[in-house]
T-cell receptor
Framework: AQSVTQLGSHVSVSEGALVLLRCNYS??????LFWYVQYPNQGLQLLLK??????LVKGINGFEAEFKKSETSFHLTKPSAHMRDAAEYFC???????????FGAGTQVVVTP | ETGVTQSPTHLIKTRGQQVTLRCSSQ?????VSWYQQALGQGPQFIFQ???????GRGNFPPRFSGLQFPNYSSELNVNALELDDSALYLC??????????????FGPGTRLTVL
């Protein structure tokens, strides 16, 4: 069985500061990992995905994530936070078949001026 | 290119009633997955449909059922509604290549409230 754990249900960052959201996975097979963002009252939007091609994955809106097998982690970062980054972020792992996703509990990001 | 659409956006039902939620997949996609997102939680996989056949199911009781139509749109039906069914129901479509890298594109969701 595969699962992900997101450390920290809420993160507060200052505008311009580094955003770091933590995700650890558990998988019996090489995982496919995803980060999605959810803005208030909206569905989920894909930020980036790891498919074993490269360990450092660049996504939209300046986000990137690094796959570290030794640490079973896939943390999401952005060098400089913007007010528009305020949203909920979900890490997810695919079951390696048909892309069915197992999501973490989410991390709510608040950006302060 | 039209994205994933869902209807209705909001719905209020009473316990014991039945509900049908609808989803239109993105152009070129033949696979639809449904997820339930309770307040403050991550989405939970309900089931997936590929070319009108159920293609996997999560840990949900049989009163959750679905359909996929020849145009790849889909319905989620929930019978005998319970208070815990109150949630945001998300539909996602994908190209259906069969691999774990299939990207799922999500609709805006239907907010179901059960009173």
């Amino acid at each position: 069985a595969q699962s992900v754990t997101q450390l920290g249900s809420h993160v507060s960052v200052s505008e311009g500061a580094l955003v770091l959201l933590r995700c650890n996975y558990s998988s019996s097979v090489p995982p496919y990992l995803f980060w999605y963002v959810q803005y208030p009252n909206q569905g989920l939007q894909l930020l980036l995905k790891y498919t074993s091609a490269a360990t450092l994955v660049k996504g939209i809106n300046g986000f990137e994530a690094e796959f570290k097998k030794s640490e079973t982690s896939f943390h999401l970062t952005k060098p400089s936070a913007h007010m528009r980054d305020a949203a909920e972020y979900f890490c997810a792992v695919s079951d390696n078949s048909w892309g069915k996703l197992q999501f973490g509990a989410g991390t709510q990001v608040v950006v302060t001026p | 290119e039209t994205g994933v659409t869902q209807s209705p956006t909001h719905l209020i039902k009473t316990r014991g009633q039945q509900v049908t939620l609808r989803c239109s997949s993105q152009s070129g996609h033949n696979t639809v997955s449904w997820y339930q997102q309770a307040l403050g939680q991550g989405p939970q996989f309900i089931f997936q449909y590929y070319r009108e056949e159920e293609n996997g199911r999560g840990n949900f009781p049989p009163r959750f059922s679905g359909l996929q139509f020849p145009n790849y749109s889909s319905e989620l039906n929930v019978n005998a509604l319970e208070l815990d069914d109150s949630a945001l129901y998300l539909c996602a479509s994908s190209k259906g290549t069969g691999g774990g890298t299939d990207t799922q594109y999500f609709g805006p969701g239907t907010r179901l409230t059960v009173l």
